[in-house]
């Protein structure tokens, strides 16, 4: 299960929707082994494609750096598609190299009809497992309606 | 002669669960087959068909050596080399 703070999820779908057509990425950045995503990190995209999406490689040098400073790892890595559906697709699922990470999925392929879909994984070895996400107001209040523990949050 | 060489978590099993190993060796190559010889597994982690793996990143200090000159990129005493494995996909299969 991924608990995440309202705040950090409207965050990560703002940049979705900012760099839609492309695929935005990010990572949201918790105490090592805390499993709490507390400090969000938008990343560029090194590749600006619709269908791609690559953290620059200096970028993700200094950020790794700092969460290492401040004793952080990546608690959640996230990123978009733009016109398909936020499930990992192969090229996602061969290139998730940090195990202990929670791998968010937004979709912005409704994003003229509606909000856009976040969905919660682990990738650990090839092997792909859907988790609930629950969502936490900043008061520590668990919002969570009937739908939200289906598949994610199907509308945020 | 000692290089740092910082291991990211998906490549500690190669080294007994440790974040950073010491090297030595003259080039990036060197230093990739001095740590092989203590750390079997280890370069086939890095390293495809005489090259730089496309999705590893390898850091000279504070520049990707890629930018450098890949595994021929020399290496000096007190250096330090980072491992990260890019982040990377998308929704193309």
Known sequence: MLEIRRDVVDAIIAHARRDHPDEACGVVAGPVGSDRPERLVPMANAERSPTFYRFDSLEQLKVWREMDDRDEEPVVIYHSHTATEAYPSRTDVSYASEPNAHYVLVSTRSIDDGAPEVRSYRIVDGEVTEEEVRVVTDAGDMTRGPKDTERGIAAV | ?93
């Open chain 2, 1 to 93: 002669m000692s290089i740092e060489v910082r291991i990211p978590t998906i490549m500690r099993q190669y080294t007994g669960g440790e974040k950073a190993v010491d090297g030595a060796g003259d080039t990036i190559a060197a230093v990739i087959d001095d740590l092989e010889s203590r750390h079997p597994g280890l370069r086939e982690r890095l390293v495809d068909n005489g090259g730089l793996r496309r999705f590893v990143n390898v850091y000279l200090n504070d520049e990707d050596v890629r930018f450098l000159d890949g595994l021929k990129t020399p290496v000096a005493d007190g250096d330090s080399v980072t491992v990260l494995p890019a982040v990377a996909g998308g929704s193309a299969r």
